[in-house]
Nanobody, 121 residues
Framework: QVQLVESGGGLVQPGGSLRLSCAASGSIFDINDMAWYRQAPGKQRELVARITHGDNINYADSVKGRFTISRDNAKKTVYLQMNTLKPEDTAVYYC???????????????WGRGTQVTVSS
């Protein structure tokens, strides 16, 4: 069974930094795109950043220059370094990945349970 588990969320003051991690586990054959989404109260889930298997990256305009996505394929982990955090970054952050398991041999999108990020003084 494939799982994505996020970690690294918490409470931080405006201007501060946090680093999120998301590790994939289970019977995995390959991982394609990996991404971070977020959902603030009363709002739709939105894409924050995406990184392909070939390290092509795109960011939401609202986080460009402040957030950095990266991945370690050997560890099956994606990271989100968040700097200069603002109160409007407050949300539940979800990891998403297109994963091919050894049982299905086709790519399926998986989601983590989310980690809360709160930016407040």
């Amino acid at each position: 069974q494939v799982q994505l588990v996020e970690s690294g969320g918490g409470l931080v003051q405006p201007g501060g930094s946090l680093r999120l991690s998301c590790a994939a586990s289970g019977s995995i054959f390959d991982i394609n795109d990996m991404a971070w989404y977020r959902q603030a109260p009363g709002k739709q889930r939105e894409l924050v950043a995406r990184i392909t298997h070939g390290d092509n990256i795109n960011y939401a305009d609202s986080v460009k220059g402040r957030f950095t996505i990266s991945r370690d394929n050997a560890k099956k982990t994606v990271y989100l370094q968040m700097n200069t955090l603002k109160p409007e970054d407050t949300a539940v952050y979800y990891c998403n990945a297109d994963i091919m398991s050894r049982s299905s041999f086709r790519f399926v999108g998986y989601w983590g349970r989310g980690t809360q990020v709160t930016v407040s003084s």
